[in-house]
């Protein structure tokens, strides 16, 4: 039985925390947050915490708080020689203090408190410098479900990035997609089978083999069609226009 | 028993075919296409023509040509005064010849050859003059298991536009996250769950409330870090900076 501390109740801490207590061959021993969390005989009677002090012995502390405080909280811990990881895709591992043994269990995945996810099938980025804790992540990471990759800090940081593309950005072009439609009276509802298949096909088809569309066969009267329709729009114009341009490039 | 005929084999007419082939309460009495179609004994033993005049009378004709070839085609339909529809979702409805009724009969979603699709889900956009026209596109649509909605031709040219966003913009920003990863040896593998699970946060949560991100939290921070790695693909760059600015004034 491995056990764990968690330490942040955002996103992150909060769905981890929930998995970490559920799954087999894992204990939450506690889960810290600097302020006692609201509504907190929700979460299921785990050991809840908000004083550093109080912290116990365990196999792993999994810092789950924004990037911006990981630093900061990794040296206030009170402890040393202990395997403490951060959850960030953007930082180095080299932002936790030293004085413990440091790693990084990165879930690659978007997390909402207000969206239910099953934690296994997200992929877990991990890195360590000791062979034996490496081992160990991929132990917690394997009894919660989900798929391990041994990912260095440089190709974390690429794939964060990527992240943002398919994640945060996909999602403007939704966002995009409801003010266009919302404008004509017309229900978002239409096009929700198209994001969900338009999703679906990236997972057996390659990106570049899955594109379709006028910007992909170049069809000019579409193109000025579209950006006609979006001339009282014209930061959303721009976007058609560079984004078609982009796919022109790639399959042109 | 309604009777269909559609003309087409492109992407949208083979997927068209099958289903209403395979459809309890349709008859697919033929399937015309200019040329015959390669491999054509694949095609589960339906009535395949490529001569004009040996077009069958039908309660339907299904124009599934490019948007390009539709004006064209149903002019030299040697008929008149028959149910004829087009599935664009950019031309209006009077692109087709008016010897005979016309309609159009949508489907808002992305069809590939090479990808298995259910037609059922495929929402249907509606749109003819006639009520009874109506009744019996409506007929046909449920037959297929789809819902339908009455769309008209301003409104269908919005929601095409939508689409283009949600597919082929999105489309696009899967390609771009493969061409990064791939430049640093990472498993493009390792982000299919996150866009799946991106594509189905807003089957049940706006874009709006979906959101997450650095640029939604402008941390100024992370989006220099990513300009940063984006440094030398200054077109890649152009696209995250309109994209996150975009994302800043939605959420500012």
Redesign the interface.
Known sequence: MISVVILGAG?VGTHMSRAIFEAKNLKLIQWFNKTPIPNFTDYWGVNFNSDLDQIPEADLYIIAVS??AIENLSERLPFSDRLVVHTSG?LSMRFLNNKNRRGVFYP?????K??E?SFD???I?IEANDKKDRALLKSVAEALGCPT?M?SS??R???H??????????????????E??D??????????????????????????????????RN?K??LK??LK??QEHP??Q???K??SE??R??HG
């Open positions: 996103n990037d911006g953007s690659l995945q978007t997390f909402s207000t969206s996810l099938q997200v992929p980025c990759y990912i440089e190709q940081q690429t794939l990035l990527a992240a943002v593309f398919v994640n945060n950005f996909t999602n403007q072009m939704y966002r995009l997609a409801h266009l439609t404008e004509k009276s017309l229900d978002f509802e239409l096009l929700k089978p198209l994001i969900l298949e338009t999703a679906k096909k990236v997972q057996t088809l390659s990106p570049y083999m899955a594109q379709t569309g006028p910007a992909k069809d009267k579409t069609k579209h329709l979006l930061k959303i721009d976007i058609y560079i984004l982009s796919i490039k790639t």
